[in-house]
């Protein structure tokens, strides 16, 4: 069993920045890949960026391309997502998920978060 704990999500201006932390415990996280997912209202749940186990495979979304940088630090179990130049149709729920083989699908993800809430402010 992973838990993933996501925090750093609040409310940004446009053009802003905001750094996304996931910590993760239980089961070894170097063995996993890891995902950022987004929900805004009424929306479905969509990729945003992950990242494999060694850090060597990145995958980004075209619409964060460029602006978000995803990354993990295993020496403290946790994964980052830095977004750059914030758009207010950035604005939603930001979720971490692990997986054993890096994907973009949400249903090939194995274990989330509970998400943290994003709003950027035009």
């Known amino acids: 069993q992973v838990q993933l704990v996501e925090s750093g999500g609040g409310l940004v201006q446009a053009g802003g920045s905001l750094r996304l932390s996931c910590a993760a415990s239980g089961r070894i996280f170097s063995n996993y890949a890891m995902g950022w997912f987004r929900q805004a209202p009424g929306k479905e749940r969509e990729f945003v960026a992950a990242?494999?186990?060694?850090?060597?495979?990145?995958y980004y979304a075209d619409s964060v391309k460029g602006r978000f940088t995803i990354s993990r630090d295993s020496a403290k179990n946790t994964v980052y997502l830095q977004m750059n130049s914030l758009k207010p149709e950035d604005t939603a729920v930001y979720y971490c998920a692990a997986t054993v083989t890096i994907a973009t699908m949400t249903f090939q993800y194995d274990y989330r978060g509970q998400g943290t809430q994003v709003t950027v402010s035009s």
């Open positions: 990242i494999n186990w060694s850090g060597a495979s990145i």
